[in-house]
């Protein structure tokens, strides 16, 4: 269901029939103006989503032997949304959002991360890269967070919520860039989870005893 509606979205993204509303809700938030403080913090919480430091964050899952069947699930669905976009993005060829003057002066050497690996994607939008990743970093680290305590499980999907939230405040991102960004995150990291058996514990000793 969740693929067939990423579907629908794609092919009314492609062909500009969501133009006017993405134009619309656009325009209406740029019509806030915040202060520079909570434009801060709207920086902030959209460098959660940037690539480099979720798979830094999953490197660290992969080190820890407890979690290191969840990390190395993460650090693939990261990596294969990541490729996936960049490739995406041409196809589809929603142009970016014009430059928002919303954006901060940021302190030196800190620079937002560009929603694509591959310099030909970086003129167009859908689906936003960032929301997908953080989604399924949501996705998979909940589902193991499930089977501990549903409730800080569920508290995670607060996260995907503010960076797109963030993104569409700082003008980085259209209100379908970020649906479709959410819907793709869900498809690959479900995909990986099932294919991988995220919930199967990664046991060490099956390894101990084939080398003997």
Not at 6 to 21: E, M
Not at 120 to 142: D, L
Request: aromatic share 12%; net charge positive.
């Amino acid at each position: 269901m969740i693929l067939v509606i990423f579907i629908i979205i794609t092919i009314l993204v492609h062909f500009r029939f969501l133009q006017s509303i993405d134009y619309f809700v656009f325009n209406a938030v740029d019509r806030f103006n915040p202060d520079q403080y909570l434009l801060y913090s709207f920086v902030i919480i959209s460098s959660f989503g940037e690539v480099v430091n979720l798979i830094f964050v999953s490197i660290i899952f992969t080190i820890i032997r407890r979690t290191r069947k969840m990390g190395m699930i993460l650090l693939i669905t990261i990596m294969s949304i990541t490729i996936l976009v960049s490739y995406m993005k041409p196809l589809v060829a929603q142009p970016k959002p014009p430059e928002s003057q919303k954006i901060p002066a940021l302190p030196q050497g800190f620079q937002l991360e560009s929603d694509s690996l591959l310099t030909q994607a970086r003129s167009f939008s859908y689906p936003s890269n960032h929301t997908a990743c953080i989604t399924a970093f949501v996705y998979i680290v909940g589902t193991i967070l499930h089977q501990k305590t549903r409730k800080y499980s569920y508290f995670l999907w607060v996260l995907p919520l503010m960076v797109m939230a963030s993104s569409l405040f700082l003008g980085l991102n259209y209100l379908s860039d970020l649906i479709g960004g959410l819907l793709l995150g869900l498809i690959i990291s479900i995909t990986t989870s099932n294919i991988l058996k995220l919930e199967v514990p990664f046991m060490m000793n099956r390894f101990k005893n084939t080398r003997q």
